[in-house]
């Protein structure tokens, strides 16, 4: 009898060992606790302290479909400015534009509103509301478009758009349809080889018009909720634009630092306090492009705080835990 315990001990603590292991070595998406990109990590000392070895597995393996209209240039043109900010982001940070190349992030900007049925806006979330939902499996079903696993809308105006009715049971539909396990994921007639990991976002800040039912800060509550709830993973505009770079919070600003509380804008202070390229550096309007400012805004930080969003994101779903 004592052998056959110790036999049974034996293969229980291998197969617990096995487990714990294929648990680390692989920990997926869902490993973490944290999945929404706001202002605590919308800094570049948090996005420096991610190990390399998730930002090179984000640059090296997603293939990222976006689809905006003027507020979602925040993110596009944060990202494609940053491969220019200091020695080594060329390469740790490198990022295309709709031609995809080996060793860098394959990024398709303005990417499914084609794929919506004629006479059909979908632009962004906030035209035809519904539209992203059909035009995303249109995009998805393409074989041009295999490849990608990764895909986000963005908002322009979230104020007085129906969240929980049209965008949250769309996503969900998407996600049951073409995420990990989904019903169109296999190796059958009609589905994809490649599971897609779709990213929330929220609504950028409206100026002394944020709170309220259908305004940006209670939008973005829903949304939140709902990602925490289900281990989604958010992008959230409305807290980068609502933070000064300190982590106060602003109610009354808009998506441009521009605060009557704070007596001016927070970000244009900052930003004239500080150097370029050493603590922040020009936006661009395409990899290697020109500088521009993410739309409607005068400074740089706004985009630079939400492409610094952006990669942590990418790195959570490369399989970081956010720790």
């Not at 509301?129 to 995303?136: C, L, R, V």
């Not at 709902?226 to 807290?239: A, I, V």
């Not at 661009?284 to 994101?313: C, D, E, L």
Request: hydrophobic share 30%.
């Amino acid at each position: 009898m004592k052998t056959k315990v110790s036999v049974l001990f034996v293969i229980l603590t291998g197969l617990s060992f096995l487990f714990s292991c294929s648990k680390n070595d692989n920990p997926g998406p869902s490993a973490g606790t944290q999945f929404i990109a706001g202002y605590t990590v919308a800094k570049e000392s948090v996005l420096r302290s991610i190990p390399d070895e998730y930002i090179n597995k984000a640059r090296t393996t997603l293939h990222i479909a976006y689809q905006h209209t003027s507020h979602g240039t925040h993110v596009s043109r944060g990202m494609f400015g940053l491969p220019d900010y200091k020695e080594g982001d060329n390469v740790k940070f490198g990022i295309t534009n709709n031609n995809p190349q080996t060793g860098k992030l394959d990024f398709h900007d303005y990417a499914l509103a084609s794929y919506a049925a004629p006479g059909v806006d979908a632009s962004d979330l906030s035209r035809n509301e519904t539209a992203f939902i059909q035009a995303t499996r249109n995009f998805l079903d393409d074989p041009e478009n295999a490849d990608i696993n990764v895909v986000m809308w963005s908002w322009c105006n979230i104020a007085g758009h129906h969240v929980t009715q049209n965008y949250l049971p769309g996503m969900d539909s998407l996600i049951s349809e073409y995420g990990p396990g989904g019903s169109k994921i296999g190796t059958g007639t009609g589905q994809r080889k490649n599971p897609v990991t779709f990213i929330f976002m929220t609504g950028h800040a409206n100026v002394n018009d944020n709170v309220g039912d259908g305004k940006p800060r209670n939008q973005a509550d829903l949304i939140i909720d709902y990602c925490n709830k289900n281990k989604h993973f958010c992008l959230d505009y409305y807290s980068i634009d609502t933070h000064d770079m300190n982590d106060n919070y602003w109610e009354d600003t808009g998506d441009n630092g521009n605060s009557s509380a704070y007596g001016g804008n927070f970000y244009e202070d900052w930003q004239n306090a500080h150097t370029l390229g050493q603590d922040w550096y020009e936006n661009k309007s395409a990899p290697g492009g020109s500088v521009t400012y993410g739309a409607h805004n005068t400074q740089h930080i706004t985009a630079n705080r939400k492409a610094y969003a952006m990669w942590w994101i990418l790195a959570r779903i490369a399989g970081w835990n956010g720790e």
